[in-house]
Every structure is written in structure tokens, then in C-alpha cells.
């Protein structure tokens, strides 16, 4: 049930968590170019081919954007709003580089503001999103007890939140680490 899927995604390695949340930002982010693209172009596919550039230089730009701006050092469980806000200016600087590859592609600036106008509010709320309905599974907040930091965000730290997720006396609220790659 959902309690063996919250934690099997706790005791993945960082950086299968990491694959997975890459993964689904780049197919979020496609899909929302692509529906950028069809609204401001009113549907008219075979118009916009010239565009199909876009999705690739996209992808290329908005990892390490997202990298850049932490969300993919951030402990799902533990993010809140500055995770907002890094969504909100990494999905800004993506959609400027979306509009401007429009205007390369020989879009006037009216299209290429719409595509960007489009991208921008889907891809704050699809990562936004994304990023609770993670934090929403792997999150217990019906446990009482409590509330404790763990040092050490490895995997003994990992095996530590499994093991107070059994019992009642400890919520573990916090990971100090001092591993950066953590």
C-alpha cells in the first residue's frame, strides 16, 4: 500500500530520487511547451514546425537551471516555500530562453510573448506541484511524538526515518548533514 511506497521512495539513493524528479520536471516541461505552443498558435501544428527546436534547447537549458537553483539538492520532504520560490525564478529565466529561441526562429514578438506568457504560469504550477504531491507521499504527518533532527542524511539516516516510522515516540522533522552532495 502507500505506506511500502513512502518507504521504498525514502530509502532510494539521492540520486535515484534526483533521476526520478529530473524525469518527470523534463516531461512536465515538454508537455507544457507543447501546449504553450498549440494555444499560441491556435493549434496550427504545420505552421509551427519550425519550432521543433524549442523542446530540445529547453530541456538543455532547464536541468541545469533547476540543478542551479537547488531543486535537486532539497530533501522533498523538508521543502517549502523557498522551494516556491526557486521554481518561480528558474521557470522564469527557461521561458525568457523559450521566447527568445522564438524570435530566432522568426516569430514576431506578440508569438513569442505568448508562448513564453502561455509556458511560464503552467510550468510554476506543474513543478510546484510535482514537487508536494512528493513531499504529500513521503510525508507522515500522522505520526505523533516528538519532534527530532537526524544527523546524517545518508543511508543510515534514511534507515533511522524507517525505523522511527514504526514507533511512535520520534517524528523526525529535520536532516543535518555536512556533505554538500547531500
Known amino acids: ?20 524528479v529530473a524525469t ?7 508537455l507544457v511547451l507543447g501546449i504553450a505552443v498549440a494555444l499560441a498558435s491556435r493549434g496550427e501544428w504545420r505552421a509551427e514546425m519550425d519550432l521543433a527546436f524549442i523542446f530540445p534547447v ?44 522564438s524570435l530566432v526562429a522568426g516569430k514576431d514578438f506578440r508569438q513569442s510573448a505568448a508562448i513564453a506568457a502561455v509556458f511560464w504560469p503552467f510550468a510554476i504550477v506543474g513543478l510546484a506541484a510535482g514537487r508536494l504531491t ?17 544527523y546524517g542524511a545518508g ?16 517524528v523526525p522533522v529535520l536532516f543535518i548533514d555536512d556533505s554538500p552532495s547531500l
Open 24 to 30: 518527470c520536471d523534463v516531461s512536465l516541461l515538454v
Open 58 to 101: 529547453m530541456v538543455i537549458v532547464a536541468i541545469p537551471v533547476l540543478a542551479w537553483q537547488g531543486l535537486y539538492r532539497a530533501i522533498i520532504r523538508f521543502i517549502g516555500e523557498e522551494m516556491l520560490f526557486a521554481v518561480l525564478k528558474a521557470v522564469t529565466l527557461i521561458a525568457l530562453v523559450v521566447a527568445a529561441c
Open 134 to 150: 512528493m513531499r504529500a507521499l513521503v510525508s507522515r504527518r500522522r505520526q505523533t511524538g516528538e519532534r527530532v533532527a537526524i
Open 1 to 20: 500500500g502507500l505506506t511500502r511506497l513512502q518507504s521504498w521512495l525514502i530509502l532510494l539513493p539521492a540520486l535515484a530520487k534526483r533521476l526520478i
Open 155 to 170: 543511508l543510515a539516516g534514511r534507515h533511522l526515518v524507517t525505523a522511527s516510522a514504526s514507533g511512535r515516540g520520534f
